[in-house]
């Protein structure tokens, strides 16, 4: 090997994020997506023999990169309790040889609020300007801190029935929008009352909004949780909204509330607008007659797109700054 790979820590993930332009490396990938010039397999999941755990891996080549890699997921069960880790590796496409290998718990957090981001900026009215965050984990603090640069907000809504009484977590969501009134709704309806962007980063597998109650023109964005069919909207919501995801190949048959609605009749992936393959290339007009709904599942492609701009970030950092290869 000319060069040994890179290897990242979570913390050391930290350092470089600021550095990195996540929503650009995305655009780009999903760009190169609908040129045909990446390619993005549906994710696998494989079972360890006698009930020891199982492996989700997360594929992805992105040719005008020259890189290609995978996100590896095992969930152990033969431990006294289960461990649940996430591992990235970016291969490059000249030498065949390891770019880089580092923990994707962070990675994987940036590069889903980085997602929504996109689908934020492409998809809700340029004068959008009160924004609710349904959600006051880790990825909900990360979704507002991507979304806060991309419209003039007037006002940020956080809803959680966890934010009662925890004011300290308040001030976290305070200082991801800096110069932004940042208000704890009490409800989920007074959050998305009048609202022109809803983002769902909950850890429900139950509907936590009715979209029904959202109005026109006002985009919804989800991500949902790990569980079976877990869904953040009812499945019958669905076919009142206009529908985009992340990529029509692979979103239909992973994300829950689509899944459960083309089980029961009540919606097709057929009916889908458009996805950011699509969005990116700038092919689609932003609707504006009903309520909008953007759904992702996760991409393979964009967990490397996320790792090569890392890597890039790192390769381009002072002498002095560049992490030790391992």
């Not at 006294?80 to 290998?101: D, F, N, R």
């Not at 029509?248 to 829950?256: D, E, L, R």
């Not at 689509?258 to 932003?286: F, Q, T, Y």
Request: a negative charge; glycine letters at 6%; hydrophobic letters at 45%.
């Amino acid at each position: 090997m000319s060069q040994k790979p890179f290897f990242l820590t979570d913390a050391e993930i930290e350092t470089f994020i600021p550095k990195v332009d996540i929503k650009n490396a995305l655009n780009k990938a999903f760009i190169a997506l609908y040129n045909h010039e990446a390619a993005q397999p549906p994710q696998t999941l494989i079972m360890f023999p006698g009930g020891r755990g199982d492996l989700i891996t997360k594929l992805g080549i992105l040719s005008p990169m020259g890189v290609f890699g995978a996100k590896l997921s095992p969930c152990l069960t033969e431990v006294p309790q289960p461990v649940v880790t996430s591992w990235t590796v970016l291969m490059s496409m000249k030498t065949g040889e390891p770019l880089l290998l580092c923990d994707s718990a962070r990675l994987t957090c940036e590069r889903t609020a980085g997602t929504t981001a996109l689908a934020i900026d492409l998809l809700a009215a340029p004068e959008a300007s009160i924004l609710a965050v349904f959600g006051t984990g880790r990825q909900a603090l990360a979704h507002l801190r991507h979304a806060a640069i991309l419209r003039p907000w007037q006002e940020v809504r956080i809803f959680s029935p966890n934010l009662a009484g925890n004011l300290s977590r308040l001030e976290d969501f305070k200082a991801a929008a800096p110069g932004t009134l940042v208000l704890a709704s009490p409800t989920a309806e007074k959050a998305a009352s009048l609202a022109d962007v809803i983002i769902l980063a909950t850890s429900s597998v139950t509907p936590v909004l009715d979209l029904k109650t959202v109005k026109n023109g006002a985009l919804v964005t989800s991500i949902s949780t790990s569980g079976p069919k877990a869904h953040e909207i009812a499945p019958q919501d669905l076919a009142g909204a206009d529908v985009y995801c992340d990529y029509a190949s692979t979103a239909p048959s992973a994300a829950g509330e689509m899944v459960l609605a083309c089980e029961e009749g009540l919606w097709s992936e057929e009916s889908l607008k458009g996805d950011l393959p699509a969005l990116c290339a700038n092919i689609l007009p932003r609707p504006a007659e009903r309520p909008i709904y953007f759904r992702s599942v996760g991409l393979g492609i964009a967990d490397v797109a996320v790792a090569f701009a890392l890597y890039q970030a790192i390769t381009d950092a002072p002498a002095g700054d560049v992490l030790a290869t391992g």
